[in-house]
């Protein structure tokens, strides 16, 4: 054989297997799994898969459990919609960063916060390793930090839409001008159409989306404003559920008589609607029955999403998880809002589907929506990220590992913890005071045990899960809603 026959065939053998190689890598990278992030503002634990409250209706969630694994006893970071969406993106705890309160989100990530001043957010994270990513709606406290989706749909303003004239509730409650905030905190039928709400074009979004053709596995972000009041959605989803079967949230006038005064001081929302208001006014069932209207349209939406995935070429190979930034009270402990490190404040849905995880699975055992992050890397074959400060719960889903031992801890403010294990929900405030409840015989957490000393030898062992680290308020977050949130800040930054 000629040199140059030899040569020509060294040539195209090498062409091949570099051509092959590449090939062998494209097709590596496209069967990572692609994400389906889904976040639903203010939801409680009232869904169908978990509590089944009031005879709700929620098909489209009994069918996302049906896809994978449930958790029962997930528990946010913080019980506020910014510090908590924030923990979920860094995966960092709000002790660590000081992101108490609500923070612009172009300053999550500053020069002047070193816990985060070079933090990877969670879709950057995917970017960094080959993923294509989109979001749209509430997914920050906002939407998102500038340029960090590559395609944005952006956020509506506000909780819309709104109706001419509120028909029940001002605002301002009993609030004081000037000291206290002003909510949206409001309930009716109103628009007509589910076409009119912000979610539903969300959605639109989303399912156009799932119909285009991808070179990259995507990451794919939803965010819900739904459930968030003002608890407005069209009259059919009213019409599901019939004032005379409401049913109401257990409730005990004389609850708070032995809560420590700094807790009294964080459960002093005077701009929300109290209880006893809403019995004298004969509002609470309306005020029920608007909020599971609510979680129902968010239902149709969600299902829509699924459908548009079943449909999709990306059916078989995408990641789902859905969560919600904290819980919500219905009138349990005195009023309707979330701003507690009590159970119904701190407890959320959390689910993911994935292709190699169990189908239909529920899990009881407490654990942090802090996981998302690792999670997510785990389910996807990528790399754990170091500064991550919770574990994956693939293990769990996947061989119940670390059931027994599993718990949560929620921060609210500098300094006021709540540690949730699978019998005890033990809280700490800034000033050592305590409360302690025994979920084996008192769910609803009406009986501060704290003080009992058959409990000491419990508490000192929740004591060591309390966080090592309480970093100051970060110069960025505030809360001004809260005077006790406002004093507290200026107090430990020495303003």
Known sequence: MKK??????????FIYSCNTKKKTEQKAEVSKPNI?????????????????????????FDRLASMGVTFTNAHVQAPLCGPSRASIMTGLRPSTTGIYGMTPDNQIRRAGNPATKDITFLPEYFEQHGYHTMGIGKLFHIHAPDSLFKESGGRVKGFGPYPEKRFVWDGF??????????????????????????????????????????KQPFFMGLGFLRVHVPLYVP?????????????????????????????????????????????????????????????????????????????????????????????????????FAK?????????????????NLPKGKKIDAPVELLSIYPTLLELSGLPTYSRNEAKSLVSMMNSNE???????????GMNNHAVR???????????????????????NEWTNIAGNPEYKESIEELKLLLPKTNVKWDEASNYKFQPYFVEQKKRVNGQ
């Open 339 to 355: 701003h507690a490190l009590w159970e119904t404040a701190t407890k959320a849905p959390l689910m993911f589907a994935a292709p």
């Open 36 to 60: 389906l992030f889904i976040a639903v503002d203010d939801l409680n634990n009232w869904i169908s898969p978990v509590d089944n409250f009031s005879n709700i209706k929620t098909p489209n």
């Open 4 to 13: 140059t026959q030899l040569l020509v065939i060294l040539t195209l053998i």
């Open 235 to 335: 009259q059919k989803w009213f019409d599901l559920y019939p004032l005379e079967e409401i049913k109401t949230p257990p409730y005990k006038s004389d609850d708070l008589n032995d809560i420590p005064p700094v807790g009294m001081q964080i459960n002093d929302l005077p701009m929300m609607p109290s209880t006893e208001w809403a019995l004298e006014s004969g509002e609470w069932k309306k005020i029920v029955q608007a909020y599971l209207a609510c979680i129902s349209y968010v239902d149709y939406e969600l299902g829509r999403v699924l459908d548009a995935l079943e449909s999709s070429k990306y059916s078989e190979n995408t990641v789902i998880v859905l969560w919600s930034d904290h819980g919500y009270r219905l009138g349990e402990k005195g009023t």
């Open 173 to 214: 409650g009993k609030g004081i001008r000037g000291t206290h905030g002003r909510t949206s905190t409001d309930w009716g039928a109103f628009p007509e159409q589910d076409s009119l709400m912000p979610d539903h074009q969300s959605v639109n979004w989303v399912t156009e989306r799932l119909q285009r053709n991808y």
């Open 402 to 412: 670390g059931i027994k031992d599993s718990y949560a801890l929620t921060t609210y």
């Open 421 to 443: 294990t699978n019998q005890y929900r033990y809280i700490q405030y800034e000033d050592r005071t305590e409360e302690l409840y025994n979920h084996n015989n008192d769910p």
